[in-house]
């Protein structure tokens, strides 16, 4: 079993936007922080940032929050599928290109500057 803090679906179930969100961390949380975790759940954060996020959804639901409030359990099914999702960003991708130039570099012993030459057909 593993446990996950889904504050976008808190936010969604009491109609509080992560704007909103944003505002009541008044400056405390970088902006992309809170989008990030109203965005999806998070497996890992930081409790200094999980306590501020507990102070402004307090302050905008005018009740306590609790940790527990934004957590939610995962299943055995819920575990498997972030597995997978993990194996799946980290494995290269079948049949994909290696990024960069389409013709490959010329063999040997040229310096840089010979081998950019060569490649673009004018002097640097």
């Keep these: ?61 005018g009740s306590p929050v609790q940790v527990q409030d934004v957590l939610e359990t995962l299943d055995a099914e819920g575990n498997q599928r972030r597995e997978d999702a993990r194996r799946r960003i980290a494995a290269p991708r079948k049949g994909s290109k290696t990024q960069g130039s389409a013709a490959p570099a010329p063999e040997g012993d040229w310096s840089v500057p010979d081998q950019l030459t060569e490649m673009r057909g004018r002097d640097l």
Excluded: C, F, H
């Design 1 to 61: 079993m593993g446990l996950q803090m889904n504050l976008g679906a808190y936010l969604e179930s009491r109609g509080i936007t992560a704007y909103r969100l944003v505002k009541a961390t008044e400056g405390r949380l970088a902006p992309a922080t809170v989008y990030g975790l109203a965005a999806r759940p998070a497996q890992r954060i930081d409790l200094a940032t999980v306590g501020t996020v507990l102070e402004a959804l307090s302050a905008l639901t």
